[in-house]
């Protein structure tokens, strides 16, 4: 299944505006790989807070945007996931996750529901889509990473950014193979 050319670009165009945000924010604050606060960490420092929020908010934006061109009802499941998916990243970028013990609970909450919400859209992927190698193995990887992701929520070491950044990928990636552009 084949979605607009426009939608495809957006849709890359997100991807690479979340991970433009988390690299300025890596080169800004580099002890953010080595403590254990995932991709949030960076949302709660000054020197990072512009960079983090241009990258989750201009990621989200253009999804919501590429939503739009997904018309076919076929596509209506993408559609409302990009749209949710948009949201909950809104959410993420003004809920500080180190701000106070309510703050934390919501930003985790909205995480939660981003991955579940990413979780599943992949499995509806993978059930709608012909399969190849490539996106078996970007499946497993989404698999792994996201579950590596739960484990590293509670503790105070692991490597939550990296199972983090890496479940990303492995879903922006299994999105632009699954629905490649028309023209």
């Known amino acids: 299944m084949r979605i607009p050319s426009k939608a495809h670009r957006l849709l890359t165009l997100s991807q690479l505006c979340l991970y433009l945000g988390l690299a300025v924010s890596v080169l800004l604050l580099p002890e953010g790989l080595t403590v254990d606060h995932g991709m949030s960490y960076f949302g709660n420092s000054g020197r990072t807070l512009v960079p ?15 939503a739009r061109f997904l ?14 998916f948009s949201l909950l990243t809104l959410g ?24 579940t919400l990413q ?3 992949a499995i509806w992927i993978m059930a709608i889509t012909k399969r190849d190698p490539v996106k078996m193995v970007l499946f497993i990887v989404l698999l792994v ?3 590596l992701c739960a484990l590293y ?15 990303q990928l492995a879903f922006g990636l299994l999105i632009l193979r699954s629905f490649p552009p028309n023209d």
């Not at 018309?71 to 949710?84: D, F, G, N, V, Y």
């Not at 996750?97 to 609970?105: A, K, P, T």
Request: no cysteine.
């Open 52 to 66: 983090h929020v241009f990258g989750l908010v201009s990621s989200g934006a253009l999804a919501w945007y590429a």
């Open 153 to 167: 929520l509670k503790p105070v070491s692991g490597y939550l950014l990296q199972s983090q950044v890496v479940f």
């Open 92 to 115: 993420l970028a003004v809920t500080p996750s180190m701000y106070d013990e309510r703050f934390s609970l919501v930003h985790k909450t909205f995480g939660s529901l981003l991955f």
């Open 71 to 84: 018309t076919e009802p076929a596509l209506k499941p993408l559609r409302r996931s990009l749209q949710m």
């Open 145 to 147: 990473a996201g579950t």
């Open 119 to 121: 979780f599943g859209t």
